[in-house]
């Protein structure tokens, strides 16, 4: 059986929805808590000035970053990124190419 404890998915294909977005909510958060360490200490080109946390949301680049940040995540989300039931929930496939290359060394 599955783990439903508050019996919240009364069919598969609902447990299925609630587990892929667990997947999903789970690895946003660990890339927010690296996104919170790194962005202190590593600025791109031209936003050197741009000061850390949340005073860089006042910043005019600071502003369009997340502008530029905000359509990339819904770009990747609505695309390449995009729930399919037909596979196991977070795969992905091998987008890069690498997973041949793992077993030649």
């Not at 299925?16 to 997947?23: G, L, P, S």
């Not at 791109?44 to 005019?60: I, K, R, S, T």
């Amino acid at each position: 059986g599955v783990f439903d404890p508050l019996k919240l998915s009364s069919t598969q294909e609902r447990f299925d929805k609630f587990r892929t977005a667990e997947i999903k909510h789970g690895r946003v958060a660990m890339l927010a808590a690296l996104g919170s360490i790194f962005q202190h200490f590593v600025h791109g080109p031209g936003a050197e000035a741009v000061p850390n946390g949340l005073m860089a949301f006042q910043d005019p680049i600071g502003e369009k970053g997340v502008i530029v940040m905000t359509l990339a995540c819904g770009f990747l989300e609505l695309g390449p990124w995009a729930d399919a039931f037909a596979k196991e929930p977070g795969n992905f496939g091998d987008p890069a190419g690498l997973g041949n290359d793992i077993g030649s060394y």
